[in-house]
């Protein structure tokens, strides 16, 4: 029974030195975050564009979208859009039927429509290639996103910034304290895992400038491309 009683003990006893170990008491830490921005105008911008059509019957429909559709892409490629830059992005076909008459036997008429998203990497040529492509039966834009291309070299600046913006503020905080910033204990980062964002003010300054002098119609702004990050430095007295 003794014995028994010993080995409860020292197990006990074991466990408890364990669990101390593992509860290290922590240096004295500063933590703060840093924050990073590189703006720069865009070089591409990636349009969603469509072809609508209307006719009485699905055959009808589907070859006339088919058929736009190829002259749209072999304007494109003609324009000098690489062929990986074009890309079908939504089909669709299927009869229309009036509001009021829905059940009946034969729909009013039927409708194909086929979309694509296209990277356009010459901005300076948009104006015209979007005139084209209207010439050519685009009848619908669905969207306009402007964007930076290599951004992960840009994101990899963003990154420093940020880092460089932590230790700055370590240094400003622990300064007033009379200590000193030390070693990095941890890092962290939390950066969103969106598009860049457009500086919309500006964009819409470069719009109105524009519509005033009779230049492009369209105007990218700036994108902003951003790294967030968390750092604690142990404190040094």
Known sequence: MKKLSFIALFVMVAGLL??????????????????????????????????????????????????????IIAYLRKQGVDAKDIQTSYVNLQPIYSSNQFGKAEPDFYMAQKTMTVVIKKLDKFDALLSGLYENGVNRIDDIAFRVSNIEKHQVEARKRAVADAKQKANALTNELGAKVGKVYSISEHTPIISPRMDYAKVAMDMEMAQGGGGPSIAGGQVTVTSNVNVSFVIEQ
């Open 18 to 71: 364990q669990v101390q170990a593992q509860q290290q008491v922590l240096p004295p830490l500063i933590s703060v975050n840093g924050i990073g921005e590189v703006k720069l105008p865009p070089d591409e911008v990636v349009i969603s564009l469509g072809v609508e059509m209307r006719e009485k019957t699905l055959e009808q429909a589907r070859k006339q979208t088919d058929s736009k559709a190829a002259a």
